[in-house]
């Protein structure tokens, strides 16, 4: 078990399909992440919550609306996705007040965009 | 704005054989870095943290040295197996939360039986 669950492993949605990511952390952690992950590139940074609350919004697409109801749940909703969109999605978490404490990551949500 | 370099980008292998792989990183005003594994389709896992103050860090057959005033890690496998193929991201934390944690594309590891 990674400590970091992601549901579904694997997404398909047209473009005017609205769906949701979800993650779990098991962990005890205080901050949570999503991170996209194209082909060919570095993980790119989306979204951070520490302690419930948005602290990074990396200009994201407003496609792309992040949820922390509480500090152990964070989910993406997706509408009206584009194709460039299809992508490894993950959710990672920490401890927020240990600089530079590892993170852990979830084994990801393969979107696809049709 | 910190950069992350990854040499190779894929490297292939012989099983047994003793390799490194390179992670340079342009803004030497970091607190550590971290080293990473990434098997297809999957999320990362964390193999090693070095803090700043640190020259080496090792783990089982892995060793991973940080020259931070030159802006240069290397890991270090040592007798590679089947097993150690993936990909191997590393990732220098300047501060400032996770903002701060700044991945490389990686190195496509394949260790051939």
């Known amino acids: 078990e990674t400590g970091v669950t992601q549901t579904p492993r694997h997404l398909v949605m047209g473009m005017t399909n609205k769906k949701s990511l979800k993650c779990e952390q098991h962990l005890g952690h205080n901050a949570m992440y999503w991170y996209k992950q194209s082909a060919k590139k570095p993980l790119e940074l989306m979204f951070v919550y520490s302690l419930e609350e948005r602290v990074e919004n990396n200009s994201v697409p407003s496609r792309f609306s992040p949820e922390c109801p509480n500090s152990s749940h964070l989910f993406l909703h997706l509408h009206t996705l584009q194709p460039e969109d299809s992508a490894l999605y993950l959710c990672?978490?920490?401890?927020?007040?240990?600089?530079?404490?590892?993170?852990?990551f979830g084994e990801g949500s393969w979107l696809t965009v049709v | 704005k910190q950069e992350v370099t990854q040499i190779p980008a894929a490297l292939s292998v012989p099983e047994g054989e003793n390799l490194v792989l390179n992670c340079s990183f342009t803004?030497?005003?970091?607190?550590?870095l971290q080293w990473f594994r990434q098997d297809p389709g999957k999320g990362l896992t964390s193999l090693l943290l070095i803090q700043s103050s640190q020259r080496e860090q090792t783990s089982g057959r892995l060793n991973a040295s940080l020259d931070k005033s030159s802006g240069r890690s290397t890991l270090y496998i040592a007798a590679s197996q089947p097993g150690d193929s993936a990909t191997y991201l590393c990732a220098p934390y300047s501060g400032g939360g996770a903002d701060g944690l700044t991945f490389g594309k990686g190195t496509h590891l394949i260790i051939q039986p």
């Open positions: 803004d030497s005003a970091i607190y550590n």
């Open positions: 990672a978490s920490s401890q927020v007040e240990s600089a530079g404490n590892t993170i852990y």
